[in-house]
């Protein structure tokens, strides 16, 4: 075996010096890597782990803070629709008495107005009676008075 080994390094060009630096050099590179990994590339996995949990943690809260926000969004315009609903109803209620009330008021003037406005004219056609009957007593009386004075005149 010592025999094969000596042809294979001689095949390549390599002593036995050589072929035993490179099983000791295999063997540190081996031991390096494995202490590497041990002192340096597991703590430095379980960091960039841990930050990337915390990042996630803290994408995933904030995606909930996000949801809860427009929840509430909702929640307030819903709020607010209703609001002006209610406000619209109310208000309409109001002017919907009001006009009632108005066409009342209204209602109970036109009612006053045609009551003196009939009160009026039963006033005035008095008035326009007593006038004819006055002035027919004073035609009465001016005639009386024409045919005493034409008697008079006639008779003297």
Do not use: C
């Not at 094969?4 to 295999?26: C, F, P, Q």
Request: proline content about 1%; aromatic content about 4%; glycine content about 6%.
């Amino acid at each position: 075996m010592n025999g094969t080994l000596h042809n294979a390094l001689a095949a390549i060009s390599l002593t036995e010096t050589d072929g035993l630096m490179i099983l000791v050099g295999t063997g540190l590179i081996f031991t390096l890597y494995k202490s590497l990994q041990v002192l340096v590339f597991e703590p430095l996995l379980e960091h960039v782990e841990q930050r990337e949990s915390v990042t996630e943690g803290a994408l995933f809260t904030a995606e909930q803070m996000r949801q809860k926000s427009l929840a509430l969004r909702a929640r307030y315009d819903e709020s607010m629709f209703q609001a002006r609903v209610e406000a619209n109803k109310t208000r309409a209620g109001i002017i919907a008495e009001a006009k009632t009330e108005a066409g009342q008021i209204i209602a109970a003037a036109e009612g006053d107005a045609a009551a003196d406005l009939k009160t009026g004219r039963a006033a005035i056609a008095d008035q326009l009676s007593r006038a004819k009957q006055g002035a027919e007593k004073e035609a009465l009386a001016l005639a009386a008075t024409l045919a005493t004075q034409v008697d008079t005149q006639l008779s003297a």
